[in-house]
């Protein structure tokens, strides 16, 4: 994670990048791909492409990019990227 942070120069942002190597909130939030595609390529345990906006420890906003014919939200992402994003906290 601090690669990728370093890599989106993020550092001293308000931003956090944060891992789940035991997929604990990954199933807390019920967001693990189980859809057979990924894990018969050897990817396992990865969660749904998702964005989530926590203001204070409480979830103000959460999007899944997902299709049942693109699990892992590769093709249409739009709904977690940051401009969507940024336009569901504008409307909170």
Same mark, same amino acid.
């Given at each position: 994670?601090?690669?990728?942070? /370093?890599?989106?120069?993020? &550092? $001293?942002?308000?931003?956090? +990048?944060?891992?789940?190597?035991?997929?604990?909130?990954?199933?807390?939030?019920?967001?693990?791909?189980?859809?057979?595609?990924?894990r018969s390529?050897?990817?396992?345990?990865?969660?749904?492409?998702? /964005?989530?906006?926590?203001? &204070? $420890?409480?979830?103000?906003? +959460?999007?899944?990019?997902?299709?049942?014919?693109?699990?892992?939200?590769?093709?249409?992402?739009?709904?977690?990227?940051?401009?969507?994003?940024?336009?569901?906290?504008?409307?909170?």
């Open positions: 994670m601090k690669a990728w942070a /370093a890599d989106q120069k993020i &550092d $001293g942002s308000m931003i956090t +990048f944060m891992g789940d190597p035991h997929t604990e909130l990954t199933r807390a939030l019920d967001i693990e791909m189980t859809h057979p595609g990924p390529v050897g990817i396992a345990n990865r969660c749904k492409r998702h /964005a989530m906006y926590v203001d &204070d $420890g409480e979830v103000k906003f +959460f999007a899944i990019s997902e299709d049942d014919d693109d699990p892992a939200g590769d093709d249409d992402p739009e709904d977690t990227c940051a401009p969507a994003l940024l336009e569901a906290i504008k409307s909170l």
